[in-house]
Nanobody
Framework: QVQLVESGGGLVQAGGSLRLSCAAS????????MGWYRQAPGKQRELVAR???????DYAHSVKGRFIISRDNAKNTVYLQMNSLKPEDTAVYYC?????????????WGQGTQVTVSS
C-alpha cells in the first residue's frame, strides 16, 4: 500500500500563488508516475498535471503556463506550484499515483487539500 499526504492548500486572492506538496510513504517502490487532480463543487474530478518517473510532464490546458509540477525522488514528494491563480481554480486538489506505476485508471489517492481563490 501507498499513502499520499497533501499539504499547502489555503485561501489566496486572484493572481496569487500557492505551492502544494504531496509526500508518499509505504510501498513507494511501486510508484512511478505521480500527479494532481482537482474537483470543484458540482463538477467531476479532473486531471491538473502529472509527471512520470522520467520527469515527463503533462498539463491540463486550463493550467498550462501557470502551474508547474515537479518531484523530488529522494523525498518521495511531488509538488504543484500554482501561479496566477484564478477563482475558477478553486477546488479540492488530490494527489494521485497509479497503482501499477503507469496507467491512471486505478490510482492511490490522497485525502485532498482545499484551494480557494477569491476574486
Amino acid at each position: 500500500q501507498v499513502q499520499l499526504v497533501e499539504s499547502g492548500g489555503g485561501l489566496v486572492q486572484a493572481g496569487g500563488s500557492l505551492r502544494l506538496s504531496c509526500a508518499a510513504s509505504g510501498s513507494i517502490f511501486s510508484i512511478n508516475g505521480m500527479g494532481w487532480y482537482r474537483q470543484a463543487p458540482g463538477k467531476q474530478r479532473e486531471l491538473v498535471a502529472r509527471i512520470t518517473g522520467g520527469a515527463y510532464t503533462d498539463y491540463a490546458h486550463s493550467v498550462k503556463g501557470r502551474f508547474i509540477i515537479s518531484r523530488d525522488n529522494a523525498k518521495n514528494t511531488v509538488y504543484l506550484q500554482m501561479n496566477s491563480l484564478k477563482p475558477e481554480d478553486t477546488a479540492v486538489y488530490y494527489c494521485a499515483a497509479p497503482r501499477n506505476g503507469y496507467t491512471w485508471d486505478n490510482n492511490y489517492w490522497g485525502q485532498g487539500t482545499q484551494v480557494t481563490v477569491s476574486s
